[in-house]
């Protein structure tokens, strides 16, 4: 049968791989065909997500992307073990919850460290020769955060809004290697920030708010894999620089 998701042979790199959205793409990817180099701090999580890929040549490396000088000699040596990549999903990330007073340098930084200077530092690192393929689709898992401000939010927010400008600038800058940058930006997903933002405001007005305006309800992770499998695949050869909300209807209404 006719599939304009076919990933067969790619080969992608995926942060964030060992939970949630990270973790569905990649597993998604791996039906698809492609061939999944998965990166996470926890080894048995990651481990877990491995035994649930389908086919063959998939891998996985523990690796803490908060060390960012260090990323450089982690991606020289992945690629010199796996091969040039036709892909790159940046989906790791922390949320973070602090109001002005304590959100001091060192507490700003750790977030942009994991969700943003990451994210451009692995494409620099990609950039370079024999380390992708010609047609290399990278998306970033970004967040109408980006889009939305909301109080005690400045770090998270900060580091979305990052990667979405980065990805305008970076897909203009990589045109002539013909490869393709973009960002999904999803709304209230069920993953563990998911259950952490229960935890922390889930009775609170502000969180019935956004309940009412996210009216599909709370996404599923294959909600934005299914967006990112097709951004990565030559179905959407004609699309970079872009910024997909899969929010819900939350923007709109
Ligand atoms: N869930 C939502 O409602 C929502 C909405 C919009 C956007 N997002 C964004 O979507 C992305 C994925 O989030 P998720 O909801 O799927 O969360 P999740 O289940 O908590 O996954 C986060 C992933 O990031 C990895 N990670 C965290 N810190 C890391 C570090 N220092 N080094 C390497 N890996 C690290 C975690 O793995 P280890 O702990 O094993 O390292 C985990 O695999 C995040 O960027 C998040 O901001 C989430």
């Given at each position: 049968?006719?599939n304009?998701?076919?990933l067969?042979?790619r080969?992608?790199?995926?942060t964030?791989a060992?939970?949630?959205?990270?973790?569905?793409?990649a597993?998604?990817?791996?039906?698809?065909?492609?061939?999944?180099?998965?990166?996470?701090?926890n080894?048995?999580?990651?481990?877990?997500?491995?035994?649930?890929?389908?086919?063959?040549?998939?891998?996985?490396?523990?690796?803490?992307?908060?060390?960012?000088?260090?990323?450089?000699?982690?991606?020289?040596?992945v690629?010199?073990?796996?091969?040039?990549?036709?892909?790159?999903?940046?989906?790791?990330?922390?949320?973070?919850t602090?109001?002005?007073?304590l959100?001091?340098?060192?507490?700003?930084?750790?977030?942009m460290?994991?969700n943003?200077?990451?994210?451009?530092?692995?494409?620099?690192?990609?950039?370079?020769?024999?380390?992708?393929?010609e047609?290399?689709?990278?998306?970033?898992i970004s967040?109408?955060?980006?889009?939305?401000?909301?109080?005690?939010k400045?770090?998270?927010?900060?580091?979305?809004?990052?990667?979405?400008?980065?990805?305008?600038?970076l897909a203009?800058?990589?045109?002539?290697?013909k490869?393709?940058?973009?960002a999904?930006n999803?709304?209230?997903?069920?993953?563990?920030?998911y259950?952490?933002f229960?935890?922390?405001?889930?009775?609170s007005?502000?969180?019935?708010?956004?309940?009412?305006?996210?009216?599909?309800?709370?996404?599923?992770?294959?909600?934005?894999?299914?967006?990112?499998?097709?951004?990565?695949?030559?179905?959407?050869?004609?699309?970079?620089?872009?910024?997909?909300?899969?929010?819900?209807?939350?923007?709109?209404?």
């Amino acid at each position: 049968m006719y599939n304009i998701v076919d990933l067969t042979g790619r080969q992608i790199l995926i942060t964030g791989a060992s939970s949630g959205m990270g973790r569905e793409t990649a597993i998604l990817c791996s039906k698809l065909g492609a061939k999944v180099v998965l990166v996470a701090r926890n080894e048995v999580r990651l481990q877990e997500a491995m035994s649930n890929l389908e086919g063959d040549g998939h891998a996985y490396y523990s690796f803490d992307l908060s060390k960012v000088d260090e990323i450089e000699d982690f991606i020289k040596m992945v690629v010199s073990e796996r091969g040039a990549m036709d892909g790159f999903v940046h989906s790791a990330g922390v949320g973070s919850t602090r109001p002005l007073k304590l959100l001091k340098p060192a507490a700003l930084r750790e977030v942009m460290e994991i969700n943003y200077f990451s994210f451009v530092e692995i494409i620099r690192c990609l950039m370079k020769k024999n380390a992708y393929n010609e047609g290399m689709s990278i998306v970033g898992i970004s967040s109408i955060s980006s889009k939305q401000g909301n109080q005690t939010k400045t770090a998270y927010c900060a580091s979305k809004s990052a990667m979405d400008a980065s990805v305008r600038c970076l897909a203009k800058e990589l045109a002539d290697k013909k490869v393709r940058v973009n960002a999904v930006n999803p709304a209230l997903i069920k993953t563990e920030i998911y259950q952490q933002f229960l935890n922390n405001s889930g009775e609170s007005e502000d969180a019935k708010n956004i309940m009412q305006r996210q009216y599909l309800g709370i996404g599923e992770p294959i909600d934005v894999a299914n967006m990112i499998v097709y951004l990565l695949s030559d179905a959407a050869k004609f699309i970079t620089g872009s910024c997909v909300d899969i929010d819900g209807g939350r923007l709109s209404s």
